[in-house]
């Protein structure tokens, strides 16, 4: 059995030139492998515009681990605009996505598999989500794994006796700190002075990170709540072939 999974990202354009990117993952850890460049660019480097809650040490870690990953999509979509018409597919192990759609939505999904993969502190803790990474996910599909992703974290915490956050209160500050991120990389990109496909595949995953934020804290609970009513009609272990 292979411990190593690759996501194949591939960009096909209507002049017929294509962009692709293999992403591997290792396993359990799901550290990504992403083609490295010669030379790293200058903007890569951790001290240039650094997010301003980044608790890594430029001396132990000279470049943003995030930047070095995302270097080679950066470079390659560098001279393209965010609204051009792309076919996008995304070819796992399992399935085949394929989706034609403005060229930013394409690299902003790209963009969201390689940089919870990356190594960076506060992105790694929607790391778990790459386990079921769905490209050109809507906003409730996001939070939905978000969510379940964080209740999982919380089983696996009181299973090792540490203290659980059924209430989601942690999910909201890590939220945070990925906007933080978000912005402050969206920075670090509109320093190169290319085209936007890059900066609006980023403010993409901003937008998305704050509607998750927002959703979880109002009244995204209440619309999905019907959709449990067969855990919620009865008591646990009620079942028809339970004795009372």
């Not at 002049?15 to 990117?21: A, I, L, M, V």
């Not at 608790?55 to 950066?74: F, G, I, M, S, T």
């Not at 906007?179 to 993409?204: G, T």
């Not at 209440?222 to 919620?232: G, H, K, R, S, T």
Request: glycine share 4%; net charge negative.
């Amino acid at each position: 059995m292979s411990t190593d999974t690759t996501i194949t990202y591939g960009f096909r354009f209507d002049d017929g030139s294509s962009r692709e990117f293999a992403l591997t993952m290792s396993h359990p850890t799901l550290d990504v492998t992403t083609p490295r460049i010669a030379d790293r660019p200058m903007w890569t480097e951790l001290a240039f515009y650094q997010c301003p809650n980044c608790p890594l040490d430029a001396e132990r870690h000279p470049h943003c681990p995030v930047a070095v990953n995302l270097a080679p999509v950066v470079i390659a979509f560098t001279d393209c605009v965010s609204f051009a018409e792309v076919e996008v597919s995304v070819q796992t192990e399992d399935r085949t996505y394929v989706n034609r759609c403005a060229l930013q939505a394409g690299v902003s999904s790209l963009m969201g598999l390689i940089m919870p993969t990356s190594g960076c502190p506060h992105l790694d803790k929607l790391r778990p989500m790459v386990f079921t990474h769905l490209p050109f996910s809507t906003p409730d599909q996001t939070t939905f794994r978000a969510v379940s992703m964080y209740l999982l974290a919380q089983f696996f915490r009181q299973r090792r006796g540490q203290t659980p956050d059924w209430e989601l209160k942690e999910l909201s500050r890590t939220y945070d700190e990925v906007r933080r991120v978000n912005r402050a990389f969206a920075k670090r990109l509109a320093s190169i002075h290319a085209e936007d496909a890059n900066i609006n595949a980023i403010v993409r995953l901003d937008n998305q990170a704050d509607i998750t934020a927002f959703s979880i804290t109002e009244s995204w609970w209440d619309d999905i709540e019907p959709a449990f009513q067969p855990y919620l009609s009865a008591p646990q272990g009620n079942g028809p072939d339970d004795p009372p």
